[in-house]
């Protein structure tokens, strides 16, 4: 008797622990409460009317527009979106209203793809974190050269920081995934190929998406405004994609002020000033982040930083790993270009496209923050040298020395066309001036792009870095002996970083849901969270003053450590400033190309 006690407490004990374990393992999959998970109401509110389709017969696209993708959104003047689909993956019946009845067409080609494989693309154009109006009327030729190539285009709006704040854009980027999977027995695509692309806020917006996918941090947001996590049989959706496309990534935020400082700010900025003195700081913050971070080159040896007898930390297998990128980029543009040769930094490698939507979505951002971009005080750098952008070089020697001017950093052997760069710091002050002053995002007047996006509503802005934070409270007395300086600063920081969202989320854990890394490297606990991408292609004009090079850099190589390397393209584009940078060619052809060699 006491045997078949024992066995039935065994028995009792392993059944607790396996229910426990089920319990556990299956957190991302269980449903919630809430129109979210009721396929009825969802198919009530959400379902696409087949039967209203519109037809661009020159350009042979099927599109809507209007396509309120949530059941409750806040302003579906941006919480909806456009779907514009290659004609022959249709079978089209026109109605007496001009409207077509579409069916799936199973046995047409376009490019590389049928209805049933075809890639979805979708837009991410959002400079400065600013909201993205949904399309409210339709030019085909914006979105013709991705329909022609056998691609759904996918054009939703989004909030942003001028009407919303984080983690609200990416929530509702990810309810336009699920409405489309959502409605994906009876609309054409793979839906599992989701492929994001942006630039500036909408290229970190971009890496996010495919960083972040499924990561319950955004299930209360998108229960929120009322976001499709079921489909139309009751098994849960996903919102992780397949593919992100970053240019000029604004991104990293917790850590972007200090990287800004240590690849930049040390080099050129005043030291008799506060800032100046933060900026310091800043840098050896940096340097200590990247110690911890465990980041690993492509050759699988571990990134460190070490003090240096000049400079802030810039020894090491990190500095010089910089080094190297630096100096590929040069060598890349020297065999690319054919002299002469006339700089343009700041040229546009082709535009953003957006599906032609009218408003404010039809041309390529800018990636600067409308009217509160925090411009530099004038006081709060060193003058430098640059080359002139409007000079033509006629031979590669020509420009190398105009690069180098009174400071040789640049050895070039002609009979080879390569390069080597002998100074990050000179690069700096030659190619890659700071333009933002300290701090370049979580400003401390509260007045960039970024802190906007971390307010608790449209109108409010927040601090956001909590080890600039740290750094006012523990050096105050430091700080204090210069008349820059303003003992409230410590005061604001704190009280910002305390906050709470209407949904009961710190800041931090805000940072945390807009920063790609948390969700990549072991370092972070969102490491092993989330769906990522399989496919990244990551684009940087080398001399954009915007963020700094590293955060750039830092991206490519986590998701190259996650993704693989046979699955991601890198490239830092010399000559090149905040754009869609681009080694040759135009952006929207090789975005194209990478998708189809991603692909096929």
Same mark, same amino acid.
């Not at 979210?36 to 379902?47: F, I, Q, T, V």
């Not at 079978?91 to 494989?117: L, P, W």
């Not at 009961?504 to 490491?527: E, Q, S």
């Given at each position: $008797? ?20 089920? #319990? ?184 996010? *998406? ?18 499709? $996590? ?14 992100? *496309? ?17 690849? $930049? ?11 100046? #003195? ?72 082709? #535009? ?66 390569? #390069? ?96 790609? *890394? ?83």
């Amino acid at each position: $008797m006491k045997n078949i006690h024992k066995i039935l407490i065994i028995i009792l004990i392993i059944l607790i622990v396996v229910g426990g374990f089920l #319990a556990f393992g299956s957190n991302s999959t269980q449903k919630g409460d809430g129109i979210s998970y009721n396929e009825s109401a969802l198919c009530e509110k959400l379902s696409i009317d087949m039967n209203n389709w519109n037809y661009d017969e020159t350009n042979d696209i099927y599109y809507q527009i209007g396509l309120v993708y949530c059941t409750s959104p806040e302003d579906t003047n941006y919480e909806s979106c456009g779907i514009y689909i290659p004609g022959k993956y249709f079978n089209g019946e026109k109605n007496s209203n001009g409207t077509y009845t579409c069916t799936i067409n199973d046995t047409s080609n376009v490019g590389n793809y049928t209805a049933g494989s075809a890639p979805i693309v979708m837009p991410v154009n959002t400079p400065g974190y600013s909201s993205c109006a949904a399309p409210t009327s339709f030019n085909g030729n914006g979105v013709k050269d991705y329909t022609d190539a056998g691609f759904i285009y996918l054009d939703a709006g989004c909030r942003g920081r001028d009407n919303a704040e984080a983690p609200d854009g990416v929530t509702d980027l990810k309810a336009a995934v699920t409405y489309y999977r959502f409605n994906g027995d009876v609309l054409p695509g793979d839906t599992e190929k989701v492929f994001t692309f942006g630039h500036s806020g909408g290229g970190a917006q971009s890496a996010i *998406m495919g960083a972040s996918g499924n990561s319950e941090l955004y299930n209360i947001y998108l229960e929120d405004i009322g976001a499709a $996590m079921v489909d139309k049989d009751g098994n849960i959706l996903s919102n992780a994609i397949e593919g992100a *496309m970053c240019w000029c990534p604004i991104t990293n935020l917790d850590t972007a002020d200090e990287a800004y400082e240590w690849n $930049m700010g040390q080099y050129l900025r005043e030291n008799s000033t506060f800032t100046g #003195a933060l900026s310091d700081d800043l840098a050896t913050e940096y340097a200590t982040y990247i110690n911890e971070l465990g980041l690993k080159d492509p050759n699988g040896n571990t990134l460190k930083l070490e003090q240096s007898d000049s400079g802030i930390y810039t020894s090491g297998s990190y500095y010089d790993y910089m080094m190297e990128v630096t100096e590929e980029s040069l060598n890349n543009f020297l065999s690319d270009t054919t002299f002469p040769y006339t700089p343009s930094s700041g040229g546009d490698m082709g #535009a953003m496209p957006s599906g032609d939507a009218p408003n404010n979505s039809g041309s390529m951002p800018s990636g600067e923050a409308p009217g509160d971009s925090g411009s530099m005080p004038t006081d709060d750098v060193q003058s430098s040298e640059s080359s002139d952008s409007s000079q033509t070089y006629q031979t590669a020697q020509e420009y190398i020395d105009s690069l180098n001017g009174n400071d040789t950093w640049i050895e070039y052997d002609s009979s080879t066309n390569t #390069a080597k760069i002998t100074s990050l710091e000179s690069f700096v002050k030659h190619c890659k001036n700071p333009s933002k002053s300290v701090a370049a995002f979580d400003d401390l007047n509260r007045t960039q792009a970024e802190n906007g996006l971390f307010g608790l509503d449209a109108n409010s802005s927040s601090h956001f870095d909590q080890i600039l934070c740290d750094l006012l409270n523990n050096n105050s007395d430091e700080y204090s002996k210069y008349s820059d300086y303003s003992s409230n600063y410590a005061t604001e920081y704190n009280s910002d970083l305390a906050q709470t969202d209407s949904l009961n989320n710190t800041i931090k854990t805000r940072v945390d849901m807009y920063n790609p *890394m948390f969700y990549l490297c072991d370092y972070y606990d969102g490491a092993e969270s989330s769906d990522v991408a399989k496919y990244w292609r990551i684009n940087t004009g080398i001399e954009q003053g915007d963020t700094s090079q590293c955060v750039d850099v830092n991206l490519y190589l986590a998701v190259n450590q996650k993704a693989g390397s046979d699955n991601v393209e890198f490239s830092t584009v010399w000559g090149q400033g905040h754009t869609q940078a681009e080694r040759t060619g135009d952006s929207t052809s090789n975005f194209i190309n990478w998708v189809n060699n991603c692909l096929n």
